[in-house]
């Protein structure tokens, strides 16, 4: 704090000020109808805060409150800091996802590390220490003149934040697509473990409650933060740079270890993350939820800047910082243990009755507003939304066949999308903790509870075209994604959070497009019994009025009982037998990889989701992998069943013949490449493979045979052979030979 500082005078409230503050006219009328009066500027600043899209949630709240959000596991769902599940033994999995695309897009490096570092304030001041983080990062065309530049700087931020606070990055995706251009998307994952009765909540409570600000100072970083990621871009999105928030993980780190003492000890009432609007958004919700008010004196904070006035220092973003109400006995306690981290701890304000919001500084009251009001009377759109035209389902001999399909799977291997990301994910360190168990490259990432024999399973997943195809398939199909890529791994699916990535919701079509991924999403968690426990809604990715494609990212959480009793993607043997597990369907081609991939065409519908039928196959792998029916699995997605047998062979340098005779006269390219959903490739001895066989006809799940394992090749009828040496080259060579110039 820096004592004696001049008053500052403040500026009148105009129209223009009013739109700078991302305020329509008629939202600045509903503010003087509840405050009865013209605000001050650093109330305008605390409403514009409160009342941006990216913290009130104004245009997508009515939809959300359609998803399921409780089920036998949870504990916190949606409306916390992070979502909170039951995992058995007195211990919960804490979990959230959010996006931070906008900073990540002006400020590559910084935006992806105060990303990580916020996602991981959300679980840790849930009570929990994190364990895993994970990401979905969507990046433009490999020849757009900034891919490699934004590609470089997220990837060096996400790495440099988590390596250095000390927690394993275990996976997530990358994808590539021009409508991404001008708005990437960096969605930030993290998990944590919390003894189910010491999870700590954001409600204040008491009268005269001491109210003490926590961890490093604020600064001018940040300043408008919320707002600006409630705006699309244009031509001058490089001029928003100073409200892009900088990040220092060995401050998180020692904040991360001071709360958690602190919480051990008794001390904490209340507590809250200053992310998104910062000291606005984190006093608010404090008071707001638990019915009472609230007083700061802005005098009392930690500053590193000098002249910083309340406006300054009620929007300052800063990063590493926290809110908490104290339990009075304990103030010494607390004070000392935040001293012996090395970091500021300052009484900076009460709780009171008067359901008020008094911001106090050099002795003048600044704000005084209506606590609750300002969150629960922040507009609430049910905006006019059209659906997407169905496309046509485009049919195999509306496609035209490689000519040669050996070629075509060499083709798609190396693709942007399908290659692989090891040299994303090489940047992190993915083992630190030493309880990671299954590194990433599969189908979903394995953690180690404690000592075991638990694990928890994760993943991140959506696939953009579908959704832009048919939002509400699409957003059934995300959530199904998530679910199988936890079955595959043996993890028994327990819930999911959200990150809805959208353009600008007041366009009707784009509007339809959130409304039914909604639909498709709460469709798919009700059939699977997959609640959401916690979420984020990023609108406005959109630079110049265009959009990118609708990107509902999904983060599963799955729980294996035993980690011993799990599934990889590898072969494990020669002379194993492969299956298909899940119906064949008709090969479906419509907004595939090989169709835009190799044929140059995004159309038609995408493939549809049996959610019934998505959980009976599913239910089956598990119990094969608890039982070791099974020695290998992969789920099939993005390229088909032969891209998935490819990337098994990959992982294990064993080959496979493959014999085509599942096909039945469908066209071979349609079979090979063809994207059906609900679909499992698995390996069995060839002493239980015809065991396997007749459980899953029992069960009601379609089976197939594929051919066997063995060799250094993949063998396809009347094709050459492909060296399973040669599909590893081309899988691992684009990237790195794109990042250091020599592809695109």
Known sequence: ??????????????????????????????????????????????????????????????????????????????????????????????????????????????????????????????GARPIACMNSLSFGTPAHPKTRRLIAGVVAGVGGYGNSFGVPTVGGSVRFHKSYDGNNLVNAFALGLAETDKIFYAAASGVGMPIVYLGS???????????????????????????????????????LEACLE??????????????????????????????????????????????????????????????????PSKREEAEAIFRKWGLDFAVVGETNPSKRFVVKRHGEVMADLPIKELGDEAPCYDRPHVPTAKPAVLHAADIEPPSSLARALETLIGTPDLCSKRWVWEQYDHVILGNTLQRPGGDAAVVRVNDGPKALAMTTDVTPRYCEADPFEGGKQAVAEAWRNLTAVGARPLAITDNLNFGNPEKPEIMGQLVDCIRGIGEACRALDFPVVSGNVSLYNETNGKGIQPTPTIGGVGLLDDFSRSATIGFKAENEVLLVLGEAGQGWLGQS??????????????????????????????????????????????????????????????????????????????????EDQGRYVVTARADVAVAVETRARAAGVAVAHLGTTGGHTLTLPGEHAVQVATLQARHEQWLPAYMAGAAS
């Open 593 to 674: 990889l090989y169709l835009r991939d190799l044929c140059g065409r995004e159309e038609g519908a995408p493939p549809p989701v049996d959610l019934a039928a998505e959980r009976r196959t599913g239910n089956l792998v598990r119990t094969l992998i608890r039982e070791r029916q099974v020695t290998a699995v992969h789920d099939v997605s993005d390229g088909g069943l032969l891209v998935t047998i490819a990337e098994m062979a990959i992982a294990s340098g064993i080959g496979a013949h493959l014999d085509g005779s599942a096909a039945h006269g469908m066209p071979a390219h349609a079979f090979w490449f063809g």
């Open 217 to 255: 100072k604020t600064g001018r970083d940040g300043m408008g933060g919320a707002t600006m990621a409630s705006a699309e871009f244009d031509e001058e999105a490089e001029a928003k740079r100073p409200t892009v928030q900088v990040g220092d993980p060995f401050a998180e780190k020692l904040l």
């Open 1 to 126: 704090m820096i004592p004696n500082e001049p008053k500052t005078l403040e500026p009148e409230i105009t129209p223009e000020l009013i739109a700078r503050h991302g305020l329509k006219p008629d939202e600045y009328e509903r503010i003087l109808a509840l405050i009865g009066r013209t605000p001050t500027f650093t109330e305008l600043g605390i409403f514009s805060a409160m009342w941006n899209e990216h913290c009130s949630y104004k245009s997508s709240k009515v939809h959300l409150k359609t998803l399921p959000v409780t089920g036998a596991c949870v504990i916190q769902g949606p409306g916390e800091n992070a979502g909170v599940v039951d995992i058995g033994d007195g211990l919960a999995a804490v979990f959230k996802m959010e996006s931070h695309n906008h900073p990540s897009y002006i400020e590559p490096y910084q935006g992806a590390t105060t990303g990580v570092g916020g996602i991981l304030r959300d679980v840790f001041t849930m």
């Open 262 to 327: 602190i919480m051990a000890k008794g001390c904490v009432v209340a507590i809250q993350d200053m992310g998104a609007a910062g000291l606005t958004c984190s006093a608010v919700e404090m008071g707001a939820k638990g019915d009472l008010g609230v007083t700061l004196d802005l005098d009392k904070v930690p500053c590193r800047e000098t002249g910083m006035t309340a406006y300054e220092m009620m929007l300052s973003e800063s990063q590493e910082r926290m809110l908490m109400v104290l339990e």
